[in-house]
């Protein structure tokens, strides 16, 4: 059965402001590490947990979760310090209005303030190698033995297990990145989507939830695909998001999508791979349809500190591309009305979309 036609009146502006969803600003309560480690003690110790529900003091909150009353006042004072929390004139301790207005993102507090425990230790032992011997520091960060392609194979509970913490990742990223981006692609303009690289589905499944017309293809290679399934099992999406396991530099893409994306994907590779990988998507697009790349752009030095928060984004800072990178490619490949814009999330992200010539069919 096919999908139902898309309405008229459902298409966005590719390049309008973003419609309807904000990248949520966490970074804020992760600009600073020790305060951050003290956000993550005390999510992880019920103390975010009791305060959301209401104010309370320091004796009632020593109580209800067992810390030393010194103790938890250190803590208390940390988490003041980094906005989280604010006293009340009565004495009480409450969470801050900024704060709780990102509580509802908690999962995407806890994936950052993870990720960052990892990588800041590795910037911290390998600082010198991340400056100047590249291959060591690849060879030797912890950060990197997390994302292993070569165990992502062979879908045995062994790899599935060691590939889960990197896709869970990824997935809650996607999960706040997909509704920006999304709301400046033109969904209306398509019925088959192709997301290569598409991780565990998260992103297809945010395009299928807005489009009921759509249906969706990811491509990612096998233990990926198996985690996103389980991924997708149990969301209404699941029905029109098929996975396809796959090598994208080998194995034939996948035909007759007419919105192919690359999201988060291009910068894992080096620039022949990536531009080849660009040429061989734009060649499965269906005549008329477009390809999109959503990347993170360099590193903004000199326009933002580079703080504690910034070190999840700094560890990948080398293989982030100008966008005359991909409008190269995009040439190269042949495609038509190319465009580039960026989209301001924790970092900029790179826009760059552009059709295929020929008629739909």
């Known amino acids: 059965m096919s999908p139902p036609a898309p309405p008229a009146a459902a298409a966005s502006v590719p390049g309008a402001p973003a419609a309807d969803h904000a990248f949520p600003d966490v970074e804020r309560f992760l600009r600073h590490e020790f305060e951050a480690r003290a956000l993550a003690a005390a999510l992880g110790r019920g103390v975010i947990d009791r305060l959301a529900r209401s104010a309370a003091t320091i004796a009632a909150l020593a109580a209800e979760t067992g810390l030393a009353p010194e103790r938890l006042a250190l803590l208390l004072g940390l988490l003041a310090s980094g906005g989280v929390i604010a006293a009340a004139p009565d004495g009480t301790l409450a969470l801050t209005p900024a704060f709780r207005a990102v509580l509802p993102c908690r999962d995407l507090l806890e994936a950052k303030l993870a990720f960052l425990d990892l990588v800041s230790d590795d910037l911290r032992r390998l600082f010198p190698a991340f400056i100047d011997d590249p291959e060591r520091f690849l060879e030797q960060a912890r950060t990197f033995e997390l994302f292993r392609y070569d165990r992502c194979l062979v879908a045995t509970p062994e790899n599935c297990a060691a590939t889960r913490p990197w896709?869970?990742?990824?997935?809650?990223?996607?999960?706040?990145?997909?509704?920006?981006?999304?709301?400046?692609?033109?969904?209306?303009?398509?019925?088959?989507?192709?997301?290569?690289g598409g991780n565990s589905g998260e992103f297809a499944a945010r395009a299928c939830a807005r489009a009921p017309w759509l249906s969706a293809t990811v491509v990612d290679l096998p233990v990926v695909c198996a985690l996103g399934r389980d991924n997708l099992a149990d969301r209404a999406e699941a029905a029109r998001v098929a996975f396809r396991p796959a090598d994208m530099l080998r194995d034939r893409l996948p035909e007759g999508h007419d919105l192919v994306v690359f999201k988060s994907v291009l910068h894992d590779w080096p620039p022949r791979e990536a531009a080849d990988l660009v040429a061989r998507a734009a060649a499965a697009v269906a005549p008329g349809g477009r390809l999109v790349v959503a990347e993170r752009g360099p590193m903004p030095f000199g326009t933002r500190p580079v703080d504690y928060a910034s070190a999840a984004n700094l560890v990948f800072a080398p293989f982030f591309r100008d966008a005359a990178f991909y409008l190269e490619a995009f040439r190269r490949a042949g495609l038509v009305a190319v465009t580039a814009g960026t989209i301001d999330l924790d970092m900029p992200f790179h826009l760059i979309q552009g059709r295929k010539t020929g008629e739909p069919a």
């Open 167 to 196: 896709v869970a990742y990824t997935t809650c990223l996607t999960r706040y990145e997909a509704g920006p981006i999304l709301d400046r692609l033109d969904l209306g303009a398509h019925r088959r989507l192709l997301d290569l």
